[in-house]
């Protein structure tokens, strides 16, 4: 074959894949607007209805901090994730795939076991009811478990005063829940017994049966008929208990993480799971620094009664409504992978958390 001839199949080529690509667009562009979905990745839709962990990653991207879903589009379709270059090249040269390389890298995020004094490990802990669902790198990295041994810290209760709360808990994403079996649309319920409020609940009734501290839990649900501006939605209603209980001395919207694997969002404790805690930070608000404080202090406490368990502090380039109060804490209690259970049993341990601040 010529060279002259090679360049014109090449740039027939060339030409055939550019019209397809425009019809392609084309085609779809009418049914994009007409669904009035111009604002979200209209690939990652399309997958989502087929993989729920993909529709929870696609909705809790923040509204006040809308982030480029494109890949997580190329993870899902082609398999190559951007953060992790072994994906790459995976599919180069299939092999790899094969080749365990965790010796290497080390094991950073495997799950931290927090066991008892005079209780031994149990390396081949049975599965619990979600055992369909339990993440691979829980049993690869067995041995790679951390060990640490929880701090007895007494609290001394105060004397319960209902007409003073001193917390606040709200949700600007109420409807989010804990879906560890991954089944579709099980991200997001309006059933309070099953989504984030009830972990809201726990924490309240602890505060003020165990703690005496009172407890406002406010279960407005500000994210439907959508997710968007829901931080607009929620400001309101933050607003207004400011204005009534000047009391209040810490304010928590209560979240769920998304998308985050469970290897990083789980602990052991005497054998029992927990979803670890994080907290978020919006830096573009005027109370950044007192928010941080109260934020950097609960974690501490958590940490010093189970070390490893709070995943710290996470800081986005956002405001979160913090800018309403030098009192606001945003929480996160596991993913969207973790079980209602496994949060509920943290919740207990953030409430000594937020007593052992507030004594």
Do not use: C
């Given at each position: 074959?010529?060279?002259?001839?090679f360049?014109?199949?090449i740039s027939?080529l060339?030409?055939?894949?550019?019209?397809?690509?425009w019809?392609f667009i084309?085609?779809l562009?009418?049914?994009?607007?007409?669904?009035?979905?111009?604002?979200?990745?209209?690939?990652?839709?399309?997958?989502?209805?087929?993989?729920?962990?993909?529709?929870?990653?696609?909705?809790?991207?923040?509204?006040?901090?809308?982030?480029?879903?494109?890949?997580?589009?190329l993870?899902?379709l082609?398999g190559?994730d951007?953060s992790?270059?072994?994906?790459?090249i995976?599919?180069?040269?299939?092999l790899?795939?094969?080749?365990?390389i965790?010796?290497?890298?080390g094991?950073?995020?495997?799950?931290?076991l927090?066991?008892?004094?005079?209780?031994q490990?149990?390396?081949?802990?049975?599965?619990?009811?979600?055992?369909?669902n339990?993440?691979?790198n829980?049993?690869?990295?067995q041995?790679?478990i951390?060990?640490v041994?929880?701090?007895e810290?007494d609290?001394?209760?105060?004397?319960?005063d209902?007409?003073?709360?001193?917390?606040?808990i709200?949700?600007?994403?109420t409807?989010e829940?804990?879906?560890?079996?991954?089944?579709?649309?099980?991200?997001?319920?309006?059933?309070?017994?099953?989504?984030?409020?009830?972990?809201?609940e726990?924490i309240k009734?602890?505060?003020?049966?165990?703690?005496?501290?009172?407890?406002i839990?406010?279960i407005?649900?500000?994210?439907?008929?959508?997710?968007?501006?829901?931080?607009?939605k929620?400001r309101?209603?933050?607003q207004?208990?400011?204005?009534k209980?000047?009391?209040?001395?810490i304010?928590?919207?209560?979240?769920?993480?998304?998308?985050?694997?469970?290897?990083k969002?789980?602990?052991?404790?005497?054998?029992?799971?927990?979803?670890?805690?994080?907290?978020?930070?919006?830096?573009k608000?005027?109370?950044?620094?007192?928010?941080?404080?109260?934020?950097?202090?609960i974690?501490?406490?958590?940490?010093?009664?189970?070390?490893?368990?709070?995943r710290?502090v996470l800081y986005?380039?956002?405001r979160?409504?913090?800018?309403?109060?030098?009192?606001?804490?945003?929480l996160?209690?596991?993913?969207?992978?973790n079980?209602?259970?496994?949060?509920?049993?943290t919740?207990?341990?953030?409430?000594?958390?937020?007593?052992?601040?507030?004594?």
């Open positions: 074959m010529d060279k002259k001839r360049l014109n199949m027939i060339l030409i055939n894949i550019t019209i397809i690509i019809v084309e085609v562009k009418p049914s994009v607007e007409a669904s009035n979905i111009y604002s979200k990745n209209f690939y990652t839709k399309i997958l989502s209805k087929s993989n729920a962990s993909i529709e929870a990653i696609d909705k809790d991207i923040e509204d006040e901090n809308k982030e480029e879903l494109s890949s997580i589009f993870k899902y082609i190559v951007f992790d270059p072994k994906s790459y995976e599919t180069q040269i299939p790899i795939a094969y080749l365990d965790s010796s290497i890298l094991n950073k995020d495997a799950p931290i927090i066991a008892d004094n005079d209780k490990t149990n390396e081949n802990d049975k599965n619990d009811s979600n055992k369909n339990t993440n691979e829980d049993k690869n990295n041995e790679t951390n060990e041994k929880p701090n810290i609290v001394k209760p105060k004397k319960l209902s007409s003073k709360p001193l917390v606040l709200f949700h600007t994403h409807t829940s804990y879906n560890p079996n991954r089944t579709p649309e099980g991200n997001f319920t309006t059933d309070y017994n099953k989504n984030i409020t009830k972990v809201g726990e009734k602890e505060l003020e049966n165990k703690y005496g501290i009172a407890t839990h406010d407005t649900i500000h994210d439907l008929p959508s997710r968007e501006k829901g931080y607009e929620s309101p209603t933050v207004a208990y400011l204005k209980y000047p009391s209040i001395k304010i928590i919207d209560l979240h769920r993480d998304a998308g985050t694997d469970v290897s969002t789980t602990v052991k404790i005497n054998n029992e799971k927990y979803a670890r805690p994080m907290f978020v930070i919006g830096k608000n005027r109370n950044y620094k007192k928010n941080e404080e109260i934020s950097l202090k974690s501490e406490n958590i940490n010093k009664m189970y070390p490893g368990l709070s710290g986005k380039d956002a979160y409504n913090q800018d309403l109060s030098t009192k606001m804490v945003l996160e209690i596991g993913s969207n992978l079980s209602l259970d496994e949060a509920i049993r919740g207990k341990i953030i409430s000594k958390a937020i007593a052992l601040f507030l004594k």
